[in-house]
Every structure is written in C-alpha cells, then in structure tokens.
C-alpha cells in the first residue's frame, strides 16, 4: 500500500507538488525512504539537511514506517 | 501558561504583550521580528511563509517547556505569522514574563534562538529578479 | 535615533515599539518593567517614583550612546514614567532595533542593567504597613 | 553666598526638604561637602552609597564647587 508524503518548502518545489506517493514506504526505514527519495529527485541531496517526520515528530534514520504514518519531508528550516 | 498560535493574520504586538504581563511578573521581554527591506545588499520584495502546522505547533510548544524547566517564568507566548509579508510586517512575535528580568531575557533569546533551528516553518525570500528558499542550500 | 522620555501618563508599548522599527532592521528587542505585587513575599500597595529629570535625561541619552558605539543598532528608545503606580503598570520601556536579533537583544540588556545603576530615578514600595526606598541601605 | 542644593529620594525624607542651603560650599570640594552633609544629617552615613552631582553629572570627591553650580545629592538610585 502506497504511503502519501508529505512535503514542504523547497522539497515541495523540488518533487513538483505538495504530496508525493511511495508504493513501497511500509516496513521501510526513514534512512531507507530518505536514500529512496534522493534517488528520485536528485536535486534533494544538494541541500544543507534533509529531515524526515513520522507523526509530527522528527525520526531518526532507523525509524520503521508503518501504514497510517503521517510523513513529511522537513527541508532545511528558515522560520522567525 | 503558554500561547501558541500560528496565524495568517497581522500579529499583534499589544494584545501579545499584555497577555504574558501577571501581577507577579517584574520584567516582560518582547522579541519582534520584521521583515528586512534587503539581505545582503540585495532589496527584499516580500517574504513567503509557509508551515508544517501541526509539528510547528508542537516543536513550539516543546521550546516553551523546555524553557519553563530552565527558568522561573510565569508566561510564554509564541505567535508565527505565515503567508506573503511585506518589508515591515512582523513574522514573529515572542514574549516571556518573569519575576525577574535575567530569566525573562535569557528564556526569549533561547526560543527564538532555537525556533529558528527546529521549527517546521520556511520562508522564501522574493527579489525583483528571482526567489530563494532561506537557509535551503549550504 | 534615539527617543528618551520621563512621563507622568501611562506607557504606551505599541506606540513604542512602532517607533523602533524600521525598514533595515530584523529583529527589535523589548523590555517592559512592570509593577510587581510582592517583594519578597511582601504584598506590595504601590511605588512611587521619582527622578531628577534633566540629568536622569542625560544619563540615559549617554547609555543609548554608549549602546551604539558597542552594536549595529538602528533606533533605541527609553520612556521611564514617574509618579505613583500600582499592580500591573509599567515604570520603563526600552525599545531597541536592529538588522540582527543578536544585538537588538544584548543592548537592550545593557540598557536595563545601566539605567537601574546610573540613572537617578529612586523609587518607594508602598506595604500595608509601611514604606521603603529601594536600595537605599546596604 | 549659600548654594542650594536639591536632594531626592531617601535624602529629601532624611532632609525633610526638597532644597537644603550651604552657606559656606562656594569653593569647597565635593568630597568636603559630603562630609559636612553627613555631619549635619548623620542618617545620609547609613546609606548604601552618597553621590553629588555637579551640573547635572556625577561629580568626583576632588571637584571644586562654584556659586551658580547646580547640585544635587544622590542616593542610592532605583529606577527601572
């Protein structure tokens, strides 16, 4: 089942659109999701960080996915 | 006692200050950002915001706990404004209140300092001849 | 610039604050003292304060100097009420502005600090049961 | 020609007045005056501190005192 990520600042810009799909997110690391999403936009590696929330909540890289997750992508953060 | 909110409307720096203000508080500190005309020489045209709302509300409400464990504060409000601000608009406004005025200073310079590092908000800096996420590249 | 005053009416923090801001600047600081209602567990009536006006002026016109000579400050402004004030209202606002919140923040600290060791104002807590000059005794 | 100096705060109380006269300041030191005023009013030895101001500026023990001078004595200072 496909897990709906989503994404925000210049990731959103950089994927095209504010929701970007993953059919094989659940049972994935966050590492593993965050290889998975530079490999297919590049242009996601060249920036400074590239954080992954599971729930609202910053996850480290062996955090496990699960169906249901809410996902974001966190780009690097620039408020105040 | 923590006011957190982030809004699409103009802040409001009075009602702000006179919410933290409590009859056992001696010293307010009110950090107000607003928007530069230029960075970097270069003139700024607007600044666009944009929020994880929900996990911004939450890292901000933890940056305020965190800050009532370290000092003897009595209030903490937080409010962040999103969407199209111009030179001048206030993106940002912290006030903390305190018996005394060190714990008062020392707590807002540390949520503003941290909101900056942690909190899920993002703006683009727009100029006449293009746009830049802030911070996004090295 | 600078904007220093000794007033007899209330303190306006809006009115304040707006006057700080200006197009180049990032970050204002603001310390707002208020009227405390206890001193050391010791419900306090009110406090009366007084100054020796036009040197208490020159002696916050030179702190407001001395802020500019040490950071990149755009407008400080300093408004110090006197008379008779109660529970909740406000003795002195300082208002600082400037390109980066870090010197905004650490002149308006500076400005505090200095003004409640040079500047001749004195003031007297009222208790239920009697009065005190504060600092007066060591 | 006796100076009028003004005294504020705890001084004025310990005064009794907002104004008190030296007839014989014109010429002397600040640091005499001091002295002479702490003999006059032995309470003023009890405070934290006991500055003079000359023309509206804190004056040092060794200023000299002329007739026109503004002077004030200054308690221990409180604002903020």
Same mark, same amino acid.
């Given at each position: 089942?496909?897990? /709906?990520? !989503? =994404?925000?600042?210049?990731?959103?810009?950089?994927?095209?659109?504010?929701?970007?799909?993953?059919?094989?997110?659940?049972?994935?690391?966050?590492?593993?999701?965050?290889? !998975? !999403?530079?490999?297919?936009?590049? =242009?996601?590696?060249?920036?400074?960080?590239?954080?992954?929330?599971? /729930?609202?909540?910053?996850?480290?890289?062996?955090?496990?996915?699960?169906?249901?997750?809410?996902? =974001?992508?966190?780009?690097?953060?620039?408020?105040? | 006692?923590?006011?957190?909110?982030?809004?699409?409307?103009?802040?409001?720096?009075?009602?702000?200050?006179?919410?933290?203000?409590?009859?056992?508080?001696?010293?307010?500190?009110?950090?107000?950002?607003?928007?530069? /005309?230029?960075?970097?020489?270069?003139?700024?045209?607007?600044?666009?915001?944009?929020?994880?709302?929900?996990?911004?509300?939450?890292?901000?409400?933890?940056?305020?706990?965190?800050?009532?464990?370290?000092?003897?504060? /009595? $209030?903490?409000?937080?409010?962040?404004?999103?969407?199209? !601000?111009?030179?001048?608009?206030?993106?940002?406004?912290?006030?903390?209140?305190? =018996?005394?005025?060190?714990?008062?200073?020392?707590?807002?310079?540390?949520?503003?300092?941290?909101?900056?590092?942690?909190?899920?908000?993002? $703006?683009?800096?727009?100029?006449?001849?293009?746009?830049?996420?802030?911070?996004?590249?090295?």
């Amino acid at each position: 089942m496909a897990i /709906n990520i !989503l =994404a925000f600042g210049i990731a959103k810009e950089i994927i095209g659109q504010s929701v970007v799909a993953v059919a094989e997110a659940d049972g994935m690391s966050v590492g593993a999701l965050q290889l !998975l !999403l530079q490999n297919r936009y590049p =242009a996601l590696t060249r920036l400074s960080s590239l954080a992954i929330a599971v /729930n609202g909540e910053y996850a480290t890289a062996g955090t496990i996915i699960h169906a249901g997750d809410e996902l =974001a992508i966190i780009p690097p953060v620039s408020g105040g | 006692m923590t006011d957190i909110k982030i809004l699409s409307e103009p802040l409001n720096t009075e009602a702000c200050t006179r919410w933290v203000m409590t009859p056992d508080s001696g010293g307010i500190n009110v950090f107000i950002g607003t928007v530069r /005309n230029a960075t970097k020489g270069k003139p700024v045209v607007r600044l666009d915001f944009e929020a994880y709302v929900p996990m911004a509300l939450k890292e901000m409400q933890k940056i305020a706990d965190e800050a009532f464990t370290r000092w003897p504060l /009595n $209030k903490i409000l937080i409010h962040h404004r999103v969407g199209s !601000l111009s030179v001048l608009d206030i993106p940002v406004i912290i006030a903390v209140s305190a =018996a005394h005025r060190a714990a008062a200073f020392e707590a807002c310079r540390y949520i503003i300092d941290t909101l900056k590092q942690t909190v899920p908000i993002w $703006k683009k800096e727009v100029f006449e001849d293009g746009e830049i996420w802030v911070a996004a590249h090295p």
